[in-house]
């Protein structure tokens, strides 16, 4: 956890632009010279910290990070209860419902909005907004625009997930039914093949594409600058990696497969 807070606080500083500077640790185990902790000369610095950890800084939140440093504070955001929308939205969708109402996206967002003001959680909140912005679904898609829940329980997965290592991350986007839907992996068959490229059966190959070009390694090895490796266009991956990523497909509503290691040395 020491390690989790300042890695973000480090990141978010490094990202604004902020000077580190020695202040008082609240916990007194690590208070005696033996970690550094950064915290804001001002208001106006506290404020642009909130401004890229949160959804927007109050006067409130400036005064907290003001008194605690930033690291503290990431340290009780990443102890505060997760602010869940799918109890919240499954009770609207169910009184309107009974009600002869209609039901639609406008609950699911509407809960959205609320959590993105009013939530305690509030770096987990932006880090779930970040990763919805990675592991896209849509509203636009015919195939999950009518499942206002299980959207909304997409939604927390994410919110839940926001400071897990990444390879969770990933398995329970995977595992996701409406994932499942959006990308086309929901009951796709794995291949029947009887000998190399002598199969009765075609998997879709949308998901396990979307998991290396998306979600993970992208379509190019890249320096750590961002730039192409070398100046070189190199691929990150073949289609045999992602025949390899197809072995095993979901076939049910509670998908039991597992993505195979990547076995090619280009997808290393």
Request: hydrophobic share 40%; net charge neutral.
């Amino acid at each position: 956890m020491k390690n989790t807070r300042k890695f973000l606080a480090g990141a978010l500083l490094a990202a604004s632009g902020t000077p580190v500077v020695h202040a008082t640790v609240h916990d007194h185990v690590f208070g005696s010279s033996f970690e550094v902790v950064a915290q804001p000369a001002n208001a106006a610095e506290a404020a642009r910290f909130l401004t890229q950890a949160t959804f927007g800084p109050t006067p409130a939140d400036i005064a907290l990070v003001t008194r605690l440093g930033y690291a503290e504070w990431i340290e009780q955001q990443l102890s505060t209860a997760t602010t869940l929308a799918q109890p919240k939205v499954e009770a609207v969708v169910t009184a309107r419902t009974t009600g002869g109402q209609g039901v639609g996206q406008g609950q699911r967002l509407n809960r959205w909005f609320w959590q993105a003001t009013y939530a305690p959680d509030q770096l987990r909140q932006r880090m779930a907004f970040a990763l919805s912005q990675i592991f896209v679904i849509s509203d636009q898609s015919s195939a999950i625009n009518g499942d206002v829940v299980p959207m909304t329980y997409y939604q927390d997965l994410l919110a839940k997930d926001a400071f897990v290592i990444y390879r969770t991350l990933l398995e329970d986007v995977t595992f996701n039914p409406t994932m499942g839907k959006f990308l086309s992996s929901f009951h796709n068959q794995k291949a029947n093949c009887s000998a190399p490229n002598v199969c009765t059966t075609n998997p879709d190959e949308n998901y396990a594409r979307e998991v290396m070009q998306l979600f993970s390694v992208g379509l190019v090895q890249l320096d750590l600058d961002g730039t192409p490796l070398g100046g070189v266009l190199t691929p990150t991956y073949d289609q045999s990696v992602i025949t390899h990523t197809l072995r095993y497909s979901p076939v049910s509503p509670m998908p039991t497969h597992r993505l195979v290691r990547r076995t090619s040395t280009a997808a290393a």
